[in-house]
């Protein structure tokens, strides 16, 4: 990846020259996709099935959802959402300095960070919270969370990116 991320971003705009910072935007984009994606898609769809429960797939396909036991898929969606409620607390602990002392603005680099491929990377979920079924009140232990959201909503090339030119139709 570090290879494929100097190929197409040779002035490390989103990425660090210094190898430590390099290794730090890394291991978040990695502790992101190896444990907030995967434990949030599973709420999300959890939550989905939850209301479908009846077998709505269509012909040929097999439908997972529909031969599990009703009761156990409310332990499911309690589980991914504690889950992904806990990764969340590790980007609050990161983003609010909690360790170092001083809050931070984006997930890797030194000081207040750089926004980096990290970010990028890991934003675009986390910015979906809501929908993800999460309350105002759950996310109330991620005020540094919810800045960074807010934040990186507000550059120029991400307001482009999620206008209306590349919003999902219904």
């Known amino acids: 990846m570090t290879d494929l991320l100097k190929f197409a971003d040779k002035n490390d705009t989103f990425g660090f020259k210094d190898e430590l910072e390099r290794s730090q ?29 009846s077998d709505t797939s269509a012909p ?16 499911a969606i309690e589980r991914f959402k504690k889950e992904t409620l806990r990764v969340y607390g590790v980007l609050e602990i990161q983003l609010s300095g909690k360790y170092t002392g001083e809050p931070r603005d984006y997930l890797a680099g030194n ?37 960074w959201i807010a934040r990186i909503a507000e550059r120029p090339a991400v307001q482009r990116g999620i206008g209306d030119d590349y919003a999902l139709k219904k």
């Open 60 to 75: 040929g396909q097999v439908n997972h959802f529909s031969r599990a036991a009703p009761e156990k898929i409310p332990y």
């Open 111 to 147: 000081g207040k960070g750089k926004y980096s491929v990290a970010d990028i990377k890991t934003w675009p979920w986390v910015k979906g919270w809501e929908r993800t079924g999460f309350t105002e009140d759950e996310m109330k232990d991620f005020p540094h969370v919810k800045k």
């Open 25 to 53: 935007a890394l291991q978040w984009t990695f502790f992101w996709h190896g444990s907030g994606a995967p434990y949030q898609g599973k709420k999300m769809k959890r939550n989905h099935t939850n209301n479908q429960i």
